[in-house]
């Protein structure tokens, strides 16, 4: 079966501008989540969507961040605006319920300048 | 809070060794444990998944353990090889919790 797909895989931009990032999970699972890896560091959770509903977003920063999986499927990420300590690697990951095995896609590595 | 620590950070081996990575957790509540892998400038591949109620699982030359009630796991890479280079992250699935707390990782670097 096909993974987890993101884009872009990199993307630079400037303080201040807005930036967006896409998921496409596994065919079929029902749970996708949002991850901020900063160097050095594990993933964080952003958010957890079940189906098309938010499960968790405790953890968004949700003054510059916003996240959208409309029809249950594909997923946005948007930060607007972007600020230095945003630099990160964004990771989508996917399972087939809560708690299931995740699987995770490339990433995408966000430089703010 | 869960904390998930990973012990050592860093570690070099040769070639054809054995060779531990260690994990532990502060809140031995857990719905399972999952390792993974990732190589520089890529995401994460899942090596394996324990369920609370497993002591261990193995794919391969890889075997992973869990001590619940201690709050430690560990991975085992029998004969290591150069492409087992790579940074190994543990996180744990709390009960009750929706997402995965991770470790900080191990970097091993198998050196030919």
């Known amino acids: 079966e096909a993974g987890v797909a993101q884009s872009p895989r990199y993307k630079i931009i400037e303080k201040r501008q807005s930036v967006a990032f896409w998921c496409n999970p596994i065919?079929?699972?029902?749970?996708l989540y949002w991850y901020q890896q900063i160097l050095g560091q594990g993933p964080k959770l952003l958010i957890q969507?079940?189906?098309?509903?938010?499960?968790?977003d405790s953890q968004l920063p949700k003054d510059r961040f916003s996240a959208e999986r409309l029809k249950g499927v594909d997923s946005t990420l948007k930060i607007q605006p972007a600020k230095l300590e945003d630099s990160a690697v964004y990771l989508c990951?996917?399972?087939?319920?809560?708690?299931?095995?995740?699987?995770f896609g490339p990433g995408t590595r966000l430089t703010v300048t | 809070k869960q904390e998930v620590t990973q012990i050592p950070a860093a570690l070099s081996v040769p070639e054809g060794e054995n060779l531990v990575l260690n994990c532990s957790f502060t809140?031995?509540?857990?719905?399972?444990l999952q390792w993974f892998r990732q190589d520089p400038g890529k995401g994460l591949t899942s090596l394996l998944l324990?369920?609370?109620?497993?002591r261990e699982q193995t794919s391969g030359r890889l075997n992973a353990s869990l001590d619940k009630s201690s709050g430690r796991s560990t991975l085992y890479i029998a004969a290591s090889q150069p492409g087992d280079s790579a940074t190994y992250l543990c996180?744990?699935?709390?009960?009750?919790?929706?997402?995965?707390?991770f470790g900080t990782g191990t970097r091993l670097t198998v050196i030919p």
């Open positions: 809140d031995s509540a857990i719905y399972n």
């Open positions: 969507f079940q189906n098309n509903g938010v499960v968790d």
């Open positions: 990951a996917s399972s087939r319920l809560s708690y299931y095995e995740q699987y």
């Open positions: 324990i369920q609370s109620s497993q």
């Open positions: 996180a744990v699935h709390e009960t009750g919790a929706n997402n995965l707390f």
């Open positions: 065919s079929g699972h029902a749970t």
